[in-house]
């Protein structure tokens, strides 16, 4: 039965990116209303609603006009003034995963993360010798309610970890069969040093930009960000982890843990793994913090 007013759901998902939501809304199984024409919002409320259900949850999906911790808060400040009633609100989307958060864990493009916790790595203090994020109490993100800390502890489990992975793959075959664009592209998964950059080197049809030079090592021209390691003629003896060939669905795995969050998207690896051994994290993304 559809809900009969906004105060009948509890669940709430933001996305950032159309993508994002694209893939969230496909999961829906059944969809009430498209941008508040049946349930309406509060006057000064900008915006954008989907709501629908997935499973037993009335669910109300609500698109960010950008990234960013900003565009985050605000969105999320501004639901609750439409959607009273929202005990779960879940930031939903595509994050740059830590490769090797421990010497015991790997993570890999398709992995699921799930954080427990979430730090602003960009919010600190910037002196001469570098930068330093305060770790003062005050200035901590709050973290989930006994609620949801109980779940997440639940889900660490050995027994837990194997039926919501079974879950989650059977989520993710239905989405599949839907539309052919969530079918897996297949890649061959490498991974570089981290000290490695990627840029125009000496044996690319572009060694003449001056990114390919080794006189300025950290200068990389706007052309080689856009363009593939092959292209580039990258070198494969930099190459530190590899998994070869398509993978399966059952090769998924979800991570839980501390996730990095900034107005930044994390772009050097040198940076990452810095950032992933002295905090801790399993994955990088731009919104969460705001939320």
Not at 94 to 110: E, N, T, V
């Amino acid at each position: 039965m559809r809900p009969k007013s906004r105060k009948d759901f509890a669940v709430a998902i933001i996305c950032a990116l159309p993508m994002e939501a694209d893939a969230v809304e496909a999961l829906f199984d059944e969809t009430y209303d498209r941008f508040s024409r049946l349930y309406g919002k509060q006057p000064g409320d900008t915006n954008a609603y989907v709501n629908g259900r997935m499973d037993k949850h009335n669910v109300v999906l609500c698109y960010m006009p950008g990234m960013g911790k900003e565009s985050a808060a605000s969105v999320a400040s501004t639901l609750r003034f439409s959607y009273t009633e929202i005990q779960l609100a879940l930031v939903v989307g595509i994050c740059g995963g830590a490769p090797s958060p421990s010497p015991s864990r790997q993570i890999y493009l398709g992995d699921v993360v799930i954080s427990d916790s979430v730090i602003a790595y960009d919010f600190g203090r910037q002196y001469p010798g570098g930068f330093r994020r305060k770790r003062d109490v005050k200035d901590t993100l709050g973290r989930p309610n006994q609620e949801i800390r109980t779940l997440l502890a639940g889900l660490n489990a050995s027994r837990s970890q194997i039926e919501f992975r079974q879950q989650m793959l059977v989520n993710l075959h239905s989405l599949q069969q839907k539309e052919t664009r969530w079918q897996h592209p297949g890649f061959e998964d490498i991974l570089f040093d981290a000290s490695y950059l990627h840029k125009h080197h000496a044996l690319s049809p572009h060694s003449r930009c001056g990114c390919s030079t080794d006189n300025l090592p950290y200068d990389i021209c706007d052309e080689a960000l856009e363009i593939e390691c092959y292209d580039l003629k990258c070198d494969k003896n930099q190459i530190v982890r590899r998994r070869s060939g398509t993978p399966i669905l059952g090769e998924a795995s979800v991570h839980i843990g501390k996730v990095a969050s900034a107005d930044t998207v994390m772009k050097s690896g040198e940076h990452r793994d810095a950032i992933t051994r002295e905090e801790r994290v399993l994955g990088f993304e731009m919104e969460a913090a705001g939320v």
